[in-house]
């Protein structure tokens, strides 16, 4: 065979029984079946993990990042100390949010999941609210914690 021919293959081709292939990856379908399911029930997390399972959803395959913030949430109160670092997580947070867009729709309930969790204080998520210093869609975000923060609001006036 000369450097200029190219080798064929010759013979007959061999049919192959369909393998059982799972379907394509969409988180964006299962985060905002998640986001939905977590809205429904309030956030409760024994509710949504028995909804989340009885659910027709590939939960192994995309939930690992869903419960992060409760997951992570102790670590997070050891190191967040003093107000300036809660208000650097609270930007982090929004930043977060802003670059993926199916996470915009949980940024008060992760910011409400971490005030329950006592990783930030009222004072901070108050202060982030009023004055906040990332521009990247912070009205976006303002508008979407307005009912956490006046829920805040009001609890103060009642001590």
Not at 33 to 51: F, N, P, R, T
Not at 112 to 127: F, P, Q, W
Request: contains cysteine; aromatic residues 10%.
């Amino acid at each position: 065979m000369s450097s200029k021919e190219r080798p064929t293959l010759g013979g007959a081709r061999i049919k192959t029984r369909k393998r059982n292939i799972a379907a394509p990856l969409d988180p964006t379908t299962f985060a905002d079946a998640v986001v939905q399911i977590y809205l429904e029930h309030e956030g409760d997390l024994e509710l949504v993990a028995k909804s989340i399972e009885s659910a027709d959803l590939d939960f192994s395959r995309y939930g690992d990042t869903f419960f992060e913030v409760k997951t992570w949430a102790k670590l997070l109160d050891s190191f967040c100390t003093t107000a300036k670092l809660q208000l650097e997580i609270m930007y982090k947070i929004q930043i977060q949010c802003y670059e993926d867009a199916k996470l915009m729709k949980l940024f008060p309930e992760i910011v409400r999941s971490l005030y329950d969790e006592e990783v930030l204080a009222e004072d901070t998520i108050l202060m982030w609210f009023r004055k906040g210093g990332n521009p990247k869609g912070r009205q976006t975000f303002v508008k979407s914690l307005e009912p956490f923060v006046k829920w805040l609001e009001e609890a103060e006036e009642e001590e």
